[in-house]
Nanobody, 118 residues
């Protein structure tokens, strides 16, 4: 199983970035997908998630600025980040979860750095 995150980088406040997470080795359409982030010295927090039926949920701090989407044909989940703020600086991680009656399958990507600074 591999979750390959990409698209991070350095951006000025007010700018935009689009993160991608390409999954392999899983039946992607059966997984709820999510983006988490972790800033230095802080706990990992949920940024956004999207279910198998494309229902979305956002963290309070990003609601209205970030949009999560998925393309099951490409086994990829995206995070469009607009109006970025310095406090969005963090390592962003992709997560895939499948909850079954007898087990929970939970996978993480390697993370991609997002830095918002002038």
């Amino acid at each position: 199983v591999q979750l390959q995150a990409s698209g991070g980088g350095l951006v000025q406040p007010g700018g935009s970035l689009r993160l991608s997470c390409a999954a392999s080795g899983i039946m992607f359409a059966f997984y709820d997908m999510a983006w988490y982030r972790q800033a230095p010295g802080k706990q990992r927090e949920l940024v956004a998630d999207i279910t198998t039926i494309h229902r979305t949920n956002y963290g309070v701090s990003v609601k209205g600025r970030f949009t999560i989407s998925r393309d099951n044909a490409k086994n990829t989940v995206y995070l469009q980040m607009n109006n970025l703020k310095p406090e969005d600086t963090a390592v962003y991680y992709c997560n895939a979860v499948r909850r079954m009656s007898t087990a929970v399958l939970d996978y993480w990507g390697q993370g991609t750095q997002v830095t918002v600074s002038s």
